[in-house]
Nanobody
């Protein structure tokens, strides 16, 4: 069982930055594909970014590419999502998720590809 512990949400002004963390005590976490998703009120959950611990491959949604960076820290068994140049459209509840399923890389954008989910953390960007 991979339990995901998230941290780092909060309130920030437009143009500011936040860093979200997703950690696990499970040793298998560092062999997973880990993704970040977000859901704004009244909207469907959407993919934000994903990373393969094994290959280092990354995925970014068009809306965040160039502003957000996903990274891993093996020593801390943690995935980070560094979010810069935040705007009001980034306001949402953010979720981290992990999977060990073999799959085509394009599937990392699909929430159904993930088996383990952390509790959401709220990110609010004030304009």
């Amino acid at each position: 069982q991979v339990q995901l512990d998230k941290s780092g949400g909060g309130l920030v002004q437009a143009g500011g930055s936040l860093r979200l963390s997703c950690a696990s005590s499970s040793r298998t976490f560092s062999t997973s594909i880990t993704g970040w998703f977000r859901q704004a009120p009244g909207k469907e959950r959407e993919p934000v970014a994903a990373i393969s611990w094994n290959s280092g491959n990354t995925y970014y949604a068009d809306s965040v590419r160039g502003r957000f960076t996903i990274s891993t820290d093996k020593a801390k068994n943690t995935v980070y999502l560094q979010m810069n140049s935040l705007n009001a459209e980034d306001t949402a509840t953010y979720y981290c998720a992990a999977t060990h399923r073999p799959m085509a890389w394009a599937a990392v954008r699909t929430s159904g590809s993930y088996d383990h989910w952390g509790q959401g953390t709220q990110v609010t960007v004030s304009s």
